[in-house]
């Protein structure tokens, strides 16, 4: 009986001592620990995966139907890339003074796009938002997107003689990426506010992409 008893422990024990897998976790790595280690990971890997997120992230702003992984997973890397771009476009454009650098062009982009994220975002949250600041600025910037592709193309549009009727393409242009802008930001943050303030968080989110947008205008005058 004994014998028997001591058999039966010796293959529980067997069976306890045994390696514990979790479905996923790579081999050699312990429950909690990542799937991978980004610091073993070489630099190659790494910025490609960062480049596929933020293309990933601007696919939802073109097609705002999923709204959960722009919040989950967000990041700067876009808006600082869409605010640079649009800054090195605008600077400089306006030729009525040949002594301008374009340097009060780009910090003026920036001062809007970087102030004026954080104040729409401290809005939201004084009116009782349930995400995060960050998460907030990383929608806002990266709604960015169609006003930057209506930029790209009025800046085309400027490459020939101007009339009146390309001006009103180009304000056309302008006013659509505005509104594209300023419906994928709804979509995305529209549900992280009370149903009774929602008009108070949209109204500074169209005054803030129209500001910008007004820019692409007035600042592609040739």
Not at 173 to 197: C, E, H, N
Request: glycine share 10%.
């Amino acid at each position: 009986m004994n014998d028997t008893k001591l058999e039966m422990f010796e293959d529980v024990g067997g069976y306890v001592e045994g390696e514990m897998t979790i479905p996923g976790m790579q081999k050699g790595a312990k429950p909690g620990e990542p799937a991978f280690n980004t610091l073993d990971e070489p630099i190659k890997d790494t910025i490609l995966r960062d480049l596929k997120a933020v293309g990933v992230k601007f696919a939802y702003v073109l097609f705002p139907k999923e709204k959960k992984t722009l919040l989950k997973e967000w990041d700067l890397w876009g808006p600082l890339v869409l605010c640079t771009f649009m800054a090195m476009i605008l600077q400089g454009s306006n030729t009525a003074d040949d002594t301008n650098d374009g340097g009060p062009e780009f910090a003026e982009v920036f001062v809007i796009v970087w102030i004026g994220s954080m104040i729409v975002t401290l809005n939201s949250k004084l009116l009782g938002g349930n995400i995060s600041f960050f998460q907030s600025v990383c929608v806002l910037g990266y709604c960015l997107l169609p006003t930057t592709i209506s930029l790209i193309v009025c800046r085309v549009i400027l490459l020939v003689e101007q009339t009146n009727l390309l001006f009103f393409i180009r304000f056309a242009v302008s006013m659509g990426g505005f509104a594209w802008a300023t419906y994928a930001s709804m979509i995305f943050l529209g549900d992280s506010q009370k149903p009774g303030r929602k008009g108070l968080a949209v109204y500074p989110m169209c005054l803030f992409y129209f500001i910008i947008s007004w820019l692409v205008i007035s600042h592609t005058s040739s």
